[in-house]
């Protein structure tokens, strides 16, 4: 592998998007100009070659004629964009811990390829309007609530990554509201099992004994005056918001961002979250509120398409 270069002329690339259910691939001039898109379902059950080659001809529908030499992909699991190699990942997607992505997928396409976790890669574009608006020193914590609990730390202008590729996954830091529940990750008490919309829609069934279907049917609920459900979002949410509340006052980032599918419930989930941050602020903080997202449905894509500026390549045929 060989690191892309800032000053690299202009070119085309294509994004790819690889999640539980859904590839994305967008097509992007050198001006950023989205001039094809295609999307498939993933065959998460098929196992991961099967996701490779899926991945290899959604950059090859986009990109019949080949204009592209580079892909950017951003991936579930844990990715490290160093090895190219997918270190940990849920069994979302069968077999996919282990996977050689970056290598395998620029062997299967003949183009270089550069990877990341796809929660960094939603939240490269955010980097980059906070360095165009405050300096190339700027930071930033970004969260993705929805499934799980994902996230970004960049730090003077720089996306972290971490052992293995492991930097950001905030939803594996102990949350004194989730002790002693068993994670997915094996361990008990992380913050994911009970802010993710799962962890909620499972702390209504633990304070209820009843069945739920999902995260929407809780908020439902809580929005007719159900006691148990308003409690149960309240809960997740104050436990996320105290978590990002300190780990702003550890790395004193610029700004903070809130996404996933979890705080588009509405203002009773934003507004728990809010207070429990600001109550952990220290003094020099204070006016720093979580945000909603810049970018919208294309952040993912957009961010994969940008991987290839600030992160190593992976070439055909350079497997050891």
Not at 197 to 219: F, S
Not at 272 to 283: D, I, N
Request: glycine share 16%; with cysteine.
């Amino acid at each position: 592998m060989t690191a892309a270069t800032a000053d690299a002329a202009p070119q085309p690339v294509v994004g790819l998007d690889l999640g539980g259910t859904k590839i994305a691939a967008a097509l992007f001039g050198a001006d950023g100009t989205v001039l094809a898109r295609h999307s498939r379902p993933t065959p998460a059950r098929s196992g991961a070659a099967a996701v490779l080659d899926a991945l290899a001809a959604a950059a090859a529908e986009v990109d019949p004629g080949r204009t592209a030499s580079v892909l950017g992909v951003a991936a579930a699991g844990v990715v490290d964009p160093r090895t190219g190699l997918v270190t940990s990942a849920t069994d979302a997607i069968r077999g996919w811990a282990g996977t050689p992505l970056g290598p395998a997928l620029a062997d299967r396409t003949g183009s270089a390829v550069a990877c990341d976790n796809d929660v960094r890669a939603t939240a490269g574009p955010e980097l980059a309007a906070l360095r165009a608006g405050h300096g190339g020193h700027a930071s930033l914590l970004f969260a993705a609530i929805g499934t799980g609990v994902g996230g970004a730390v960049a730090a003077d202008g720089r996306m972290l990554h971490g052992a293995a590729g492991i930097a950001g996954h905030l939803g594996h830091l102990p949350s004194p509201e989730a002790t002693g529940l068993p994670c997915t990750c094996g361990a008990t008490g992380h913050l994911e099992v009970i802010a993710s919309g799962p962890g909620i829609a499972a702390h209504y069934e633990r304070l209820t004994g009843a069945p739920v279907d999902r995260l929407e049917t809780v908020a439902a609920r809580a929005a007719g005056g159900d006691a148990h459900a308003v409690t149960a979002i309240t809960t997740g949410a104050a436990a996320a918001g105290r978590l990002l509340g300190g780990l702003a006052n550890a790395l004193g980032p610029d700004r903070v961002v809130v996404g996933g599918g979890v705080p588009r419930i509405g203002p009773l989930y934003g507004d728990a979250l809010r207070a429990a941050f600001t109550a952990e602020l220290m003094a020099p903080l204070h006016g720093l509120v979580p945000r909603a997202p810049l970018f919208g449905p294309d952040a993912a894509v957009r961010g994969a398409a940008a991987l290839p500026t600030t992160l190593p390549l992976h070439r055909p045929g350079a497997r050891r």
